[in-house]
């Protein structure tokens, strides 16, 4: 790996080296762990032969998602796992030492007094490196939210997470990024539901079936208003006006009753595709990090003018959260 320096006015880091990650997608199978967690060693072990340290996973990759919106609280609490300490931590640990790899996945986690999160696992061969709750989880009314922010070390980087919904509420990542992140990632299970933005909507079931034989109709449904579209409306945003590297991943295919449409990427601080997985199947997209970008975005020029004496009072101002799930009130099965 390469090494460089970064001069950046008021900040000053340290020698830093290149490194390669790899975004990853794939189908899982709901409620399915040991199918789900042999597709993450398969795709773990694939990362690591192209030379990647680090590999990402989606929201929930290791147990399912959307299919949780209609657990019983006590099946919801079965599905769910401590963190350190439950098998499937322990399992990814196992996983990552095989491959030589750093791994982030996703899971529902319990505490110890049984009070469910959802969690994004950060682990390597050495262990649990980092896990983050989801600071606005919504598919189910006995999942509590996170109340911090995530922040931690890989190769020399500063790393943070924070999962789908937590990414549409900006000061999260403005907030993660003045923690210190250079990298944050971003596990979704996100497009293609209803909403009452312009062209959403769940897309028909039967072109996922028909993907091999008739894919160019997936493929405009996956990239129309319904998927891509409006990924590339915000995330690019997120990369460049915080002047970070963002790995964003999702799954493809079949979750639960809804289709997924993949798209996983790795974008850099000025809010370009570095790498992006065009499959219409599971795989991984990898790009190369380098540390000069992260002093050369217009991000990081903008993040060191600011002057938080004009709005600290008024960002800081007492608010009632208020999260509402537009493709929630639409389905016809409830939460």
């Known amino acids: ?170 000061e999260n990542v403005r907030a993660t990024v003045l923690l210190g992140a250079q990298v944050i990632f971003m596990p979704h299970v996100t497009m293609c539901t209803p909403s009452p933005r312009p062209g959403a909507g769940f897309v028909d079931q039967l072109l996922w079936k028909n993907r091999v034989s008739d894919p160019d109709p997936l493929r405009a449904e996956f990239d129309g208003p319904k998927g891509r579209e409006w990924i590339m409306k915000w995330l690019p945003a997120r990369a460049h006006d915080n002047g970070i590297y963002v790995v964003f991943s999702n799954p493809i295919g079949m979750d639960d009753d809804q289709l997924k449409n993949g798209c996983s990427m790795i974008l850099d601080p000025f809010g370009d595709i570095l790498a992006e997985c065009r499959m219409l199947g599971d795989g991984i997209a990898s790009a190369v990090l380098t540390p000069e970008k992260l002093s050369q975005s217009g991000g990081f020029r903008y993040t060191s003018a600011r002057r938080p004496e004009l709005y600290r009072d008024i960002i800081g101002k007492d608010h009632t959260s208020v999260q509402k799930i537009a493709w929630l009130s639409t389905d016809n099965k409830k939460v």
């Open 1 to 170: 790996m390469k090494a460089g320096i970064i001069n950046a006015g008021l900040f000053n880091f340290f020698i830093m080296e290149q490194i390669r990650v790899a975004a990853a997608q794939f189908e899982n199978r709901c409620g399915d762990k040991e199918y789900n967690l042999s597709v993450i060693g398969n795709l773990a072990g694939e990362a690591a032969a192209a030379g990647c340290n680090v590999v990402a996973f989606h929201e929930c990759s290791v147990t399912g998602y959307t299919f949780a919106r209609n657990l019983r609280g006590s099946e919801l609490l079965d599905l769910a796992e401590l963190i350190p300490g439950g098998s499937s931590v322990n399992r990814l640990q196992k996983i990552a030492r095989e491959h030589d790899i750093a791994i982030l996945a996703g899971l529902f986690e319990k505490d110890k007094s049984d009070r469910i999160y959802k969690a994004q696992v950060c682990v390597d061969k050495n262990g649990l490196i980092a896990s983050h709750r989801k600071l606005h989880p919504f598919i189910h009314p006995e999942i509590n939210p996170g109340n911090s922010y995530t922040l931690f070390d890989l190769d020399g980087w500063k790393c943070g997470i924070l999962i789908c919904y937590d990414n549409n509420i900006i």
